[in-house]
């Protein structure tokens, strides 16, 4: 076993892999399975759970769970030697997945057990496997003639190197851009703990004064704080500009876009499908692009007129208050907080200095203890616990007698190399492995985030500082972490978030943030970093006041981007004459208040559809949270008069985190709420509701 992706007896040895280690292991790995599935395929007995299903999942298992680990590394800590193994290796995994789909001999198999005596005695979850794997294969090209299936293995394999290339464009892009300021006076209004990252990412670089970067913790600050407006245009133009023909040529993702749309729409069009978002809801909850485009229409509607008002009153303040006569897209983050300061009486920056990071980890999993019955805690000393980067933590999660249930990692501060944004992703998937308790393997799930990391201030280290924005990005991802780690299904198919529909796999992390804007709950999770206390009343209650500050604004803005890309997937002609670009135009004129300069190139970082999972689906965002904001309803009617009630919270969890994908996604929420779905409480939590 001297090959640490081989190994799959405990947690991923981090310390132990290195470059060296990807090609050999992916080799073996995909010999092995193509070696069993040819057994698989020639057995002639009928097929049964335990002779064709189980060892297939023990064969895909393994490659996932080694595969996954170096796509892990390839994100959190990317190098030019790591991102040229992975993406040699890429184009095999591809092609083995594309085959896997497209073989008849195992669609075949699946028919038989579907139809055989067997099907009927299996639990319901398993069924719901072999009836996702009958559609998948479908929609995987099984069913295609062969040549047919030689061009869709081909597409499968172009698609997934141009997404490969759309991020890594976008990560170069990002990591390139560096300002260099040597004049104190052009800094006025940035916080001191930015100012002094960046004045340590100058001093690494040998060079006097402050480097900013367009990473997030570097990036925002300058927009909502800088006083000086010329910084804040420049940071916006190299932020807004990334990957795109602004740029170096060989970072250009205008290019890849078109094509990647282009692969998708053929790809839609070979399987019988009018457009690629057919295709694509064909695994949701949403069934056809016009029902997406009629409830974001609504949405819009209902939003339009919130977000109108709030743009008049953010201008009229601007320039009475700041003199910005005409405001730009670099003064929007700026005037905002000026005007929620003028109006609420506190800033961000304020409210930042109670959210330490200990103080907002021990809050969150006291939290989600008391809410589920579970108890969260770091591992012994002695556990050997391997981990990508020192910054990292990892945690248990035990049940009230002491039982194992999950793990997890967290990697919460943004660094060189490392992804942009917020993401939860598996590690090890919850499954039976034998018979007896202690058969069952824990879920092991990977955390993400890229918020400020703790500096040296007046010579002593000053702890992580989460802006609350931060802390509901957190409990967002926790969310999800939750969706995979609380499971009781025991089949890797529909364990944890596998197998649930798209749209509606934002429930439990949406959710989560509601809880946020609890009192009780910021009680418990902050301590201000100088004096300890914790949140004044007062300071909670402008917070609360000011809690849909702008929402109308923020819905719009993702309303139009849920837009963009199901019009991208369902009526845009990628080889017209009209270009992405022009098609965004044309939905910001019907549909935005704010309309960003003509250099802006949003397409060319927008990572969720051309370098993700979220083509023809970004509009689950604003669909689950119809579901969360509905679901968490629940719990502020409680008949108990209590907000952090442990039995709406077993009902919470037994009904919809613990079943992971095993029933439809509609199910699980009316066996929680006891009814469908209803928009009501959306529109109430972002001030909405009609009077």
């Not at 953010?314 to 009475?320: E, V």
């Not at 040296?456 to 990005?473: K, M, Y």
């Not at 949140?535 to 209650?541: A, E, M, Q, S």
């Not at 994908?661 to 709420?673: C, K, V």
Request: glycine fraction near 6%.
């Amino acid at each position: 076993m001297t090959n640490p992706l081989l190994d799959f007896s405990g947690l991923p040895r981090f310390a132990d892999i290195r470059t060296e280690h990807i090609t050999p292991a992916v080799t073996l790995l995909l010999a092995d399975n193509r070696a069993i599935i040819a057994r698989i395929r020639d057995d002639t007995a009928m097929p049964t759970w335990r002779n064709f299903v189980q060892p297939l999942d023990d064969a895909n298992e393994r490659l996932s769970r080694a595969w996954g680990q170096v796509a892990h590394l390839n994100a959190v800590v990317n190098s030019p030697e790591l991102r040229e193994i992975y993406n040699a290796n890429l184009p095999y995994v591809t092609q083995y997945y594309a085959e896997l789909s497209q073989d008849p001999a195992l669609f075949e198999k699946f028919k038989q057990l579907r139809n055989g005596s067997e099907f009927e005695s299996l639990n319901r979850a398993r069924k719901k496997i072999v009836e996702n794997e009958l559609r998948d294969f479908r929609l995987g090209g099984a069913e295609l003639q062969s040549q047919e299936k030689k061009r869709f293995l081909e597409i499968q394999e172009e698609l997934s190197a141009l997404s490969s290339r759309f991020n890594d464009n976008l990560l170069d892009a990002t990591n390139s851009f560096m300002l260099h300021v040597e004049n104190a006076d052009e800094l006025s209004g940035i916080p001191a703990d930015v100012l002094e990252t960046a004045r340590e990412t100058a001093a690494k670089e040998g060079t006097p004064g402050w480097k900013f970067t367009l990473h997030a913790p570097s990036y925002m600050p300058i927009m909502q704080y800088a006083d000086n407006r010329a910084l804040r245009e420049k940071m916006y133009h190299a932020y807004s500009t990334r990957a795109s023909e602004l740029g170096k040529v060989e970072w250009n993702n205008t290019p890849l876009i078109s094509k990647i749309l282009e692969l998708r729409e053929e790809e839609a069009r070979m399987l019988g499908f009018e457009c690629y978002a057919e295709a694509s809801l064909v695994t949701k909850m949403a069934s056809t692009p016009k029902q997406v485009l009629d409830f974001l229409g609504e949405l819009a509607t209902k939003a339009r007129p919130y977000a109108e008002r709030d743009l008049e009153e953010l201008s009229r303040f601007a320039a009475g208050k700041l003199q910005l006569g005409k405001l730009e897209a670099w003064d929007l983050a700026y005037a905002s907080e000026k005007l929620r300061l003028d109006r609420y009486a506190f800033s961000e920056q304020e409210v930042k200095q109670y959210f330490p990071e200990s103080s907002v980890l021990r809050g969150m999993f006291a939290l989600v203890e008391n809410l589920y019955g579970i108890v969260i805690s770091p591992p012994p000393e002695a556990a050997g616990i391997q981990l990508w980067h020192p910054d990292v933590k990892f945690f248990m999660i035990r049940d009230s007698e002491g039982n194992l249930i999950g793990q997890f990692y967290l990697d919460l501060y943004a660094r060189p190399g490392k992804r942009g944004g917020g993401w939860m992703d598996d590690a090890i998937n919850r499954r039976r492995i034998g018979t007896g308790e202690l058969s069952i393997q824990a879920p092991v799930a990977y955390l993400t985030c890229n918020f400020s990391a703790p500096v040296p201030l007046n010579g002593q280290i000053r702890p992580a500082l989460f802006t609350h924005d931060e802390v509901i990005t957190l409990f967002h991802e926790f969310g999800h972490g939750l969706h995979h780690l609380l499971t009781q299904v025991e089949d890797l198919g529909v364990s944890g978030i596998n197998g649930v529909e798209w749209d509606a796999v934002e429930l439990p992390s949406q959710f989560m943030e509601n809880f946020c804007w609890e009192r009780e709950v910021l009680m418990n999770m902050t301590n201000h970093v100088d004096t300890g206390e914790p949140i004044p009343r007062v300071l909670f209650d402008k917070m609360l006041a000011a809690r849909n500050f702008q929402s109308g604004l923020q819905m719009l803005r993702q309303i139009e981007f849920a837009l963009f890309d199901m019009r991208l997937h369902s009526d845009f002609n990628p080889r017209g004459k009209k270009t992405v670009q022009q098609l965004l135009d044309e939905i910001r004129a019907r549909v935005a208040v704010v309309i960003p300069p003509p250099f802006n190139r949003f397409p060319n970082s927008f990572s969720h559809i051309f370098g993700g999972g979220y083509a023809a689906g970004y509009y689950s965002y604003k669909w689950a949270e119809v579901l969360s904001a509905d679901a968490y309803s629940l719990f502020e009617e409680s008949n108990d008069g209590e907000l952090i009630n442990a039995k709406t919270g077993a009902r919470f969890r037994n009904e919809i985190l613990a079943v992971g994908g095993s029933r439809p996604a509609l199910e699980s929420f009316i066996a929680f709420r006891g009814r469908g779905p209803k928009i009501d409480a959306l529109l109430r939590h972002h001030g909405m509701a009609e009077a």
